[in-house]
């Protein structure tokens, strides 16, 4: 069975800095881990990903230079350190596992609907 449980976010001035985790417990593969964040009204929109087996990371272009995702050497506990923060960062941000090869390549890592597995949630807020 997998499960993920998120830790981390909160309230920060625009500028500042906050971290995410996600731990998997459970059945632990994965091939990649992509983060995404929804906005009130908004559809869930990709920030980042990390391959499991080698930590490369991938980012959306809103993003990049500001947010860095990393993997714990243990390969179950993954990261997202995020600085600089906007106020239009503000979301509730949500980490999800991929365990089909596929589904982690940049045609489709993108797409929520390919991610069966999800964190539960964690609000950041940035304010001006």
């Known amino acids: 069975q997998v499960q993920v449980e998120q830790s981390g976010g909160g309230s920060v001035q625009a500028g500042g800095s906050l971290r995410l985790s996600c731990a998997m417990t459970g059945d632990t593969y994965s091939i990649c881990m992509s983060w995404f964040r929804q906005a009130p009204g908004k559809g869930r929109e990709w920030v980042a990903a990390?391959?499991?087996?080698?930590?490369?990371?991938r980012y959306a272009n809103s993003v990049r230079g500001r947010f860095r995702i990393s993997r714990e050497n243990n390969k179950r506990i993954f990261d997202l350190q995020m600085n600089n923060l906007k106020p239009e960062d503000t979301a509730m941000y949500y980490c999800?596992?991929?365990?089909?090869?596929?589904?982690?390549?940049?045609?489709?890592?993108?797409?929520?609907?390919?991610?069966?597995?999800w964190g539960q949630g964690t609000q950041v807020t940035v304010s001006p």
């Open positions: 999800a596992p991929q365990r089909t090869p596929l589904y982690c390549n940049s045609d489709f890592r993108e797409r929520a609907d390919v991610y069966e597995y």
């Open positions: 990390i391959y499991t087996e080698d930590g490369s990371p």
